[in-house]
């Protein structure tokens, strides 16, 4: 199986910070990444596909990129609903892994 | 508008099965692949595996080989989760999700989630 790891596992940010979060995959995935925001007591929903196609309705503060081993969620300017936890998945080859999550809280 | 609803909550007793229901609406249910994933109390995401809708073709994770089996009824445009033998390690939330015409793709529209109770 493809195990993801994501760093940092936890940050703390104010309104207005740029936010990048990292997904490193324990082999090459090409670009069959995903990212997704939940908030708790939600589904989780999907910002991010393809590594960096933004999901329809998605706020353009949000951005992907990478290919291969190495991704990368940034939040330009963080706003007061994005604090959350988001997860990365991988789609390159079954089981569908996801990483164990990044919680961002309000410093 | 595109939705997935889920069956209510289950209590189970260790042992037994549980079979979750997912209805989809507001699309075409056979040109979408559904994925299956579970969440834990406090804890992350789990993919358990997906269905193809048109064929029922389906792909478990290792983890649920022979625990689990996913199904659907394209009368009604309901899939099916089965999952058997229960221990208490399988209190989770269990989640459908639509992706896309091929498999990998994500899943863009979610359930709202089920509980299940896995306690003596």
Redesign the interface.
Known sequence: ?IQLTQSPSFLSASVGDRVTITCRASQGISS?I?W?Q?KPGK????LI?AASTL?SGVPSRFSGSGSGTEFTLTISSLQPEDFATY?C?Q??S????????TKVDIK | QVQLVQSGAEVKKPGASVKVSCRASGYIFTSYYIHWVRQAPEQGLEWMGIINPTGGSTSYAQKFQGRVTMTRDTSTSTLYMELSSLRSEDTAVYYCARGGPFARLPGDVWGQGTTVTVSS
Do not use: E, I, M, R
């Open positions: 199986d069959y995903a997704y939940q589904a989780p929903k999907l596909y999901q997860y998945q789609l390159n079954y089981p569908f892994t996801f990483g164990p999550g």
